[in-house]
């Protein structure tokens, strides 16, 4: 579950500092409380490690609901930031699908094993149950480069 939470840390700083810097935009007041938004879903995540993996894995899903939304409010923005340049358009656009397409599989995934988790109480095989939400984490990170490389390519 640390490996998860470290993981997931990552990533979300990963993606808002891509859109940050790739895309240029006039921040409003919901991209000034994003960060302070998710860290502090993250320091959730943190504190639910010891407890249980059922509270770690519902921690996890606030934490993907609000990266759903804030991904959501990114999206808009770097389109408005793209301007109407067709090419960029075409070019951001299976970046920001298949973003959206992730956060929406980890909303989905960790609402399913925290309801799993809830279920089977102590029970709930940790090991297991961390495995399958360290899933998330490892495809954004496999996601990241090659995208960015096909971007600096063209």
């Known amino acids: 579950m640390s490996l998860v939470t470290v993981a997931l840390i990552a990533i979300v700083w990963q993606e808002y500092l891509i859109g940050a810097t790739a895309f240029a935009w006039i921040p409003t007041i919901l991209d000034t409380t994003v960060p302070f938004l998710l860290g502090i879903a993250e320091a959730l995540v943190i ?4 407890i249980s993996v059922a509270r770690f894995l519902g921690a996890c899903f606030f934490l993907a609901v609000l990266g759903f939304i804030a991904y959501v409010n990114y999206v808009l923005q770097a389109r408005r930031g793209l301007g109407d340049s067709r090419h ?3 070019v951001f656009r299976i ?4 973003g959206l397409g992730l956060v929406a599989f980890a909303v989905l995934s960790y609402g399913v094993l925290w309801f799993v988790a809830l279920r089977m109480g102590a029970s709930a095989p940790v090991t297991m149950m961390a495995a399958l939400a360290g899933l998330f984490p490892v495809l954004i990170f496999a996601r990241i480069p090659i995208w960015w490389n096909r971007v600096l390519r063209r």
């Open 47 to 50: 504190l639910q490690i010891r």
């Open 88 to 90: 960029n358009s075409e």
């Open 95 to 98: 970046l920001h699908i298949s």
